[in-house]
């Protein structure tokens, strides 16, 4: 996959540049490369400056907490970077929650194993959903984190809205 500046691989070639939850996710999964990058770069605006990536090639997971009757619940959300998640709209009906807001950087990382700034759908805990905003699941080719800051994994959309634990919904604004 030729996305920006970058020296794509195969992820399985090269699972030194992933996550530990990441590299057993992706070993089952055809299409998906990896290329390292500087650390520094990793937030959105940043890393597609200097890898000429553009927005609407960049992918964003957010992960949420979904509260109903005391039951907290996490979900991660894929949009392209050019797009926001309509959290309190369409995520929290989704979710049937009643309140619904950003998971805490803490409790991001410490529950997904990943570092801030990388976390991807690829290795959530079990029983996370992934929302997959249409426009995602549509893509050819995007450009998601890789669970740690210093890569980036590419795909096809299709291969993130056919996870199993996969929703693809109408979620940006």
């Known amino acids: 996959m030729a996305i920006g500046t970058l020296d794509w691989v195969r992820a399985a070639e090269r699972l030194d540049l992933l996550a530990e939850p990441v590299a057993r996710a992706v070993a089952g999964l055809d299409g998906v490369e990896v290329a390292e ?55 929290r009906r989704h979710l049937d929650a009643r309140k619904i807001s950003f998971a805490s950087q803490d409790d991001a990382v410490g529950l997904t194993g990943m570092e801030y700034g990388g976390i991807t759908p690829l290795g959530l805990p079990e029983g996370w959903p992934v929302l997959v ?14 669970g740690v800051r210093h890569s980036k994994l590419a795909l096809p959309g299709a291969v993130l809205a056919d996870l199993k634990i996969a929703e693809v919904l109408r979620m940006a604004n």
């Open 37 to 91: 990058i500087d650390p520094t770069l990793a937030d959105t605006a940043a890393f597609c400056e200097r890898y000429g990536v553009s927005l609407a090639e960049s992918a964003n997971c957010v992960i949420v907490a979904a509260k109903r009757g005391g039951e907290v619940r996490y979900a991660a959300c894929m949009v392209l970077a050019t797009t926001r998640v309509d959290v309190n709209g369409v995520v």
């Open 133 to 146: 905003d249409e426009a995602v699941a549509a893509h050819p080719g995007v450009v998601i984190g890789s």
